[in-house]
């Protein structure tokens, strides 16, 4: 009886033995810890902003309609070269607050490329006239502007839906425009531009679809901008 007891303990003690083995070869021993699945402390955000110069977004400026104070402006600018258009308030911030979101600028006039004001062709004083008043400037910045023989008429304008396709293709895309005249809106939509996202000033407050600037005050409107995201880094 002795020695059968002796066998039965010994077989018994084995048992427990190969069970202890089992378990520490399957990960199920009260010492082991389960493997890390998280995001590690040094790994990277896959939320990381492209470069400006992979992702090129823009925002599109009517020079006269939304930049300026009033459309007469230019046109006794034209009249008298001494004549310096006033600037609508809040415009020159306006387009450094787009900058500052990773956004490029286009500045768009209807008037023909060859048109003189004074000594200078249209953009030429269109450009100086920006960069006295302080608005953005610089290798993301440009001015668009119709051919020289364009005529200055509600047909120009089909000439700024092509330039956003052209734009497009070159991979550019305008996300936003400003102006103040119902030409102009449908120009910018039908070049691609949500209707929604077509601000819009003065006479063309609120027409074809787009989103009126209450009281035309682009000073209270910078804060629409800079509630933006930005799009690069």
């Not at 309609?65 to 402006?73: S, V, Y």
């Not at 004074?118 to 953005?136: E, I, K, P």
């Not at 023989?149 to 895309?173: K, N, P, Q, Y």
């Not at 425009?177 to 819009?200: C, R």
Request: charged share 20%.
């Amino acid at each position: 009886m002795g020695a059968t007891n002796n066998g039965a303990g010994r077989t018994a003690l084995i048992a427990i033995l190969i069970a202890i083995a089992a378990g520490c070869g399957n990960g199920s021993s009260a010492g082991d810890t389960a493997p890390d699945t998280g995001a590690g402390p040094d790994e990277t955000s896959s939320t990381a902003l492209p470069s400006c110069g992979e992702e090129r977004r823009a925002v599109a400026f009517e020079i006269v309609g939304a930049l300026m104070a009033a459309d007469q402006d230019f046109y006794d600018w034209l009249a008298d070269p001494s004549a310096t258009p006033q600037v609508r308030p809040g415009a020159p911030e306006l387009t450094h607050a787009y900058v500052d979101k990773g956004y490029e600028i286009v500045y768009v006039t209807l008037a023909p490329s060859s048109l003189p004001i004074g000594d200078l062709v249209v953009t030429d004083a269109l450009r100086q006239w920006l960069d006295a008043n302080g608005f953005a400037g610089g290798d993301r910045t440009r001015i668009f502007a119709p051919a020289p023989d364009d005529r200055i008429d509600e047909s120009a304008a089909l000439g700024i839906s092509d330039e956003f396709v052209r734009e497009r293709s070159e991979g550019v895309t305008v996300d936003y425009a400003y102006g103040n005249s119902e030409d102009k809106i449908l120009a910018f939509q039908t070049g691609g531009v949500a209707p929604e996202h077509v601000h819009s000033l003065d006479e063309g407050a609120g027409s074809s679809g787009s989103t009126a600037i209450p009281g035309d005050d682009l000073v209270a409107h910078r804060a629409t901008v800079d509630a933006l995201p930005k799009v690069c880094e």
